[in-house]
């Protein structure tokens, strides 16, 4: 399986590394919609990607993926009224199980309001019990910022358990005003959204749960590294701040972070207005077929010879391999050695390539026969080349954990130069798992969220590039209410609503004002910014 690290950066920058020059394919909004219509077009190749082992509810886990808690058929309930359906396995949090006020069902719980009688924000954050809290120096032009860390039970099914501290940012701007909850969906990012910019909108951060320093004290509790836990974190953030930002809310984030926003979602559909999903992927397996098939025929006839060349530049990359590795810190690679790390950094270098580059490089690859410092520097700036050093390990521990328990992996593209890898059959999750960590994985965790998206889901958005590899795991919205597919013709994985043609963007961005209840101040535009450095790093999953 692959292990590129999904993107984790905001589309501040992200939309730098969107390509319209190449408008290859259609673009298009799939909608279903009780009030909103959408044009139909296209999902992207591959379609929506999301039918492989989901097209049934009998193995999807709890409420909506069985009969016990399939509430759609009531008119849109969010969530099941059962969290623990009796026609699949239990998923282990908590769902709000209420309707979603508006829609004709039982209004919403009401979050919790703290006694206080601070006046000013930074008094009024620290009186929510269990919120630390300071100003930031250096805020956002019209905002304020203030750095926060909340408690958070380690296990929120026993809220007697041990305690962490998680990481937030909050930027302010009015009480008024409507709010963002963004996350990564790895460590702290202080980037502002495109949703945010589009609204002049509030927006608080998240560190994903158990990214350093988000993290309990002792030995980290891998079982509880869950989408169900950490979908109670954003609930329990939403308890503390909603009484401060009565607007409306939605959750955003890219990549995993897109991922992250829609696990909150399923399980607690009352907490947020709208989700807006950029490039997120559901994966089904460990070894997902689907991403194979879709790097075979990416871009179809067009980029039938970038295909080619980027097949032989993998190849050149193996056969030529004594002349690269010396190139690398041996210091920085002590986990899988040089060698087998900079295998795996060559079987990531085609998913990187239409991931992150725009279509346009494609002319500019360098020829199987360039020097090896053109092929180390390639390989260096397509971010492949610290894949697998000891910081990545490190730092993506987490993310690997949740992968090998849940979230999934695609299969490796590896059949056009099987016959030259040393180490063939290494690059596999475990390789990269902490030591003595041996998660289970549970399928039914992904056919669950799918199940849920279909026949329960309401003012979802979701935005794919047509070039990503990512998109063959797009996510398929069945029968959900007033929700939105779109995909940027040219895209890689850093699109957003700023990369759709004119008709789609003004459909997204209008359909927000709808559900947000505000008016845009700004319509998104691609960024022209380079990605900075630390950026960089997470150019690959």
């Not at 993926?65 to 969010?78: E, R, V």
């Not at 779109?486 to 963007?505: Q, Y």
């Amino acid at each position: 399986m692959r292990i590129h690290i999904l993107a984790v950066f905001f589309f501040a920058f992200a939309v730098a590394c969107g390509s319209n020059d190449e408008p290859v394919g259609t673009t298009g909004a799939n909608a279903t919609s009780s009030g909103a219509a959408g044009a139909a077009g296209a999902a992207g190749r591959n379609g929506s990607g999301g039918a492989a082992g989901a097209s049934t509810g009998a193995s999807g886990g709890a409420g909506p993926a069985g009969s016990a808690g399939a509430a759609g058929s009531a008119g849109g309930n969010d969530a099941g009224a059962d969290a623990n359906g009796s026609d699949g396995a239990s998923i282990d949090a908590p769902i709000d199980g209420n309707g979603d006020a508006g829609d004709g069902q039982a209004a919403c719980p009401q979050a919790p309001k703290p006694t206080c009688t601070a006046t000013d924000l930074l008094g009024k954050l620290r009186c929510v019990p269990g919120v630390t809290a300071q100003t930031n120096p250096t805020p956002p032009a019209g905002y304020q910022r203030f750095d926060i860390t909340i408690e958070q039970p380690v296990d929120h099914m026993n809220p007697a358990s041990a305690k962490f501290q998680q990481r937030l940012v909050l930027f302010h701007r009015s009480h008024t005003a409507p709010l963002v909850l963004s996350t990564s969906g790895y460590g702290l990012f202080t980037d502002m959204s495109e949703v945010t910019t589009t609204f002049a909108a509030n927006q608080i951060n998240i560190e994903h749960r158990f990214f350093t320093p988000s993290v309990p004290a002792g030995q980290v509790p891998w079982d509880l590294l869950t989408i169900a836990q950490s979908a109670a974190d954003s609930h329990h953030i939403w308890e503390a701040f909603k009484w401060l930002y009565p607007a409306k809310w939605a959750n955003t984030g890219a990549s995993k972070g897109g991922e992250t926003a829609v696990y909150h979602r399923r399980f607690y559909s009352c907490d947020v207005d709208a989700t807006v999903a950029y490039v997120a992927p559901l994966v089904y397996g460990l070894e997902d077929q689907r991403f194979v098939t879709f790097l075979e025929n990416v871009g179809g006839a067009t980029y039938a010879t970038c295909r080619t060349k980027l097949i032989d530049l993998s190849k050149a990359l193996l056969t030529r391999r004594d002349e690269i590795v010396t190139k690398m810190d041996a210091a920085m690679y002590t986990r899988l050695g040089r060698d087998m790390s900079y295998e795996h950094a060559v079987m990531d270098v085609i998913f990187a390539f239409w991931q992150y580059q725009p279509a346009s490089r494609c002319n500019t690859l360098p020829a199987p026969t360039a020097s090896a410092d053109t092929l180390f520097t390639f390989m260096t700036d397509i971010g492949v080349i610290g894949n697998a050093d000891d910081s990545s390990f490190d730092y993506f521990a987490p993310y690997f954990v949740q992968s090998a328990y849940e979230l999934g992996l695609p299969a490796n593209y590896d059949m056009p130069f099987m016959s030259l890898l040393k180490f063939p059959g290494s690059y596999t999750i475990d390789a990269y798992l902490p030591p003595g960590v041996h998660p289970t994985f549970r399928p039914e965790a992904m056919i669950d969220v799918q199940n849920w998206v279909k026949t329960s889901g309401q003012r979802l958005m979701y935005i794919y590039g047509e070039l990503d590899p990512w998109s063959s795991g797009a996510y398929d919205l069945g029968g959900a209410v007033d929700s939105f597919k779109f995909t940027a013709a040219g895209g890689n994985h850093g699109s957003g609503i700023a990369d759709l043609k004119a008709t789609d963007k003004e459909l997204a961005v209008s359909t927000l004002e709808r559900w947000l209840g505000a008016t845009r101040v700004r319509t998104p535009q691609i960024s022209t910014a380079p990605l900075h450095s630390e950026e960089r790093r997470f150019l690959r999953r």
